[in-house]
């Protein structure tokens, strides 16, 4: 079982997808967060739907407060974004100095959540990027166990097999919502970004799994 | 590549990419997963840990940053939790699809477990945590 990749293939790899995903859609990705909002497909459907109304809403306003500003000779009211104003073709100064910088821009980009279809799409796109890879490494075969290790190191009971998979699926599903985030969304994207919430998450949950893989390993 | 449409390329693009680097990587191999964690052998954790490095220095040279997440009472119970069930299930959200992808059957009761699992959340923390949802992928 040695036909893995070397630690800095590995490490390349999922920097560039990291990287390459947020520069190209100025968003950061997690598959935990695909998972619930795929998950709650109703509710988030019902909540895309009334940010697409408000959008349509807020160019409403928008739209008119510029005719009448245009219709009146003024500039709009001070606290109007600059992007309003410039629409007049008279930006003050201060937009200006706004220099779009990928982070600035991330940030108001990523306030809104991917939409719902491609969030189900990244899911069925890892089955397929695994599926490819197990296959082209000859590694594809259909089994019903989890393999040598998981016999040794867990059970080698299916039925316990069944009950520790599952039990261990629920934390992991309830533990990545209640934190945040997972491998993924926390390890790598928040991580990289040095995002502190995600620096402790990754911390405490890499503690957790050690802890209890030694558990695991040498006592049990 | 903000439109609808270019989030959707994107993600598929990710996803491909992520499955297909995480099973050449081992993450779906549990008697692997087990090594890492239990520093038998650094390979996948220098994978893992090499790429936050490689995302930090690259980040920090393009300026990303992004909004922190706030560190609410559900983030550490969370990951011990999670880490907990990453060590005896040997799945992280996308592990389990990429370990059923490879032919381990029953990696889809893990599946139904982590289906499980986010959806008791969203309920527990609407009845009872209402932590703001805080969350990192978003």
């Not at chain 1, 598959?31 to 109703?42: F, I, K, Y």
């Not at chain 1, 490819?132 to 190191?153: I, P, Q």
């Given at each position: 079982m040695s036909n893995y990749w070397p630690w800095w293939a590995g490490a390349i790899g999922l920097a560039v997808v990291a990287i390459n995903y947020t520069i190209t859609t100025d968003r950061s990705f997690g598959?935990?967060?695909?998972?619930?909002?795929?998950?709650?497909?109703?509710a988030e459907r019902r909540v895309e739907r009334l940010e697409a109304e408000f959008t349509d809403d807020r160019a409403l306003a928008e739209a008119l407060a510029a005719a009448t500003a245009e219709h009146f000779g003024t500039r709009p009211a001070a606290p109007t974004p600059p992007y309003a104003a410039s629409t007049l073709g008279n930006a003050p100064t201060h937009a200006r100095d706004v220099s779009p910088t990928p982070g600035e821009r991330a940030s108001v980009a990523s306030r809104r959540p991917a939409p719902l279809?491609?969030?189900?799409?990244?899911?069925?796109?890892?089955?397929?990027?695994?599926?490819?890879?197990?296959?082209?490494?000859?590694?594809?075969?259909?089994?019903?166990?989890?393999?040598?290790?998981?016999?040794?190191?867990?059970?080698?009971?299916?039925?316990?097999m069944i009950g520790v998979l599952f039990v261990g699926g629920v934390l992991v599903g309830f533990g990545t919502r209640l934190a945040g985030g997972c491998s993924s969304g926390h390890g790598l994207n928040g991580c990289g970004r040095l995002h502190p919430v995600?620096?402790?998450?990754?911390?405490?949950?890499?503690?957790?799994?050690?802890?209890?893989?030694?558990?695991?390993w040498k006592v049990i | 590549?903000?439109?609808?449409?270019?989030?959707?390329?994107?993600?598929?693009?990710?996803?491909?990419?992520?499955?297909?680097?995480?099973?050449?990587?081992?993450?779906g191999d549990y008697a692997e997963l087990n090594r890492m964690f239990?520093?038998?052998?650094?390979?996948?954790?220098?994978?893992?840990?090499?790429?936050?490095?490689?995302?930090?220095?690259?980040?920090?040279?393009?300026?990303?940053?992004?909004?922190?997440?706030?560190?609410?009472?559900?983030?550490?119970?969370?990951?011990?939790?999670?880490?907990?069930?990453?060590?005896?299930?040997?799945?992280?959200?996308?592990?389990?699809?990429?370990?059923?992808?490879?032919?381990?059957?029953?990696?889809?009761?893990?599946?139904?477990?982590?289906?499980?699992?986010?959806?008791?959340?969203?309920?527990?923390?609407?009845?009872?945590?209402?932590?703001?949802?805080?969350?990192?992928?978003?």
């Open positions: 598959v935990s967060s695909a998972w619930d909002r795929v998950l709650h497909w109703r279809v491609s969030q189900a799409a990244l899911l069925l796109s890892v089955f397929l990027g695994g599926w490819l890879a197990a296959v082209t490494a000859g590694r594809f075969e259909l089994r019903f166990d989890m393999g040598d290790g998981f016999r040794e190191l867990v059970t080698d009971n299916p039925a316990q995600s620096i402790l998450a990754t911390a405490v949950f890499f503690g957790a799994a050690v802890l209890v893989s030694f558990l695991l | 590549m903000r439109t609808r449409g270019g989030v959707l390329i994107a993600n598929i693009i990710a996803g491909l990419a992520l499955g297909y680097t995480v099973a050449n990587i081992g993450f239990t520093f038998q052998d650094l390979r996948m954790f220098l994978a893992f840990g090499g790429a936050v490095v490689i995302i930090v220095v690259v980040f920090a040279m393009l300026r990303v940053r992004g909004t922190p997440g706030r560190i609410h009472a559900g983030v550490i119970p969370g990951a011990v939790l999670f880490g907990t069930g990453w060590a005896i299930s040997g799945g992280c959200p996308a592990i389990p699809i990429v370990q059923v992808a490879s032919g381990y059957l029953p990696a889809l009761v893990t599946i139904a477990g982590v289906v499980v699992g986010i959806r008791a959340c969203r309920w527990a923390n609407a009845k009872y945590f209402h932590l703001d949802g805080g969350s990192c992928g978003r």
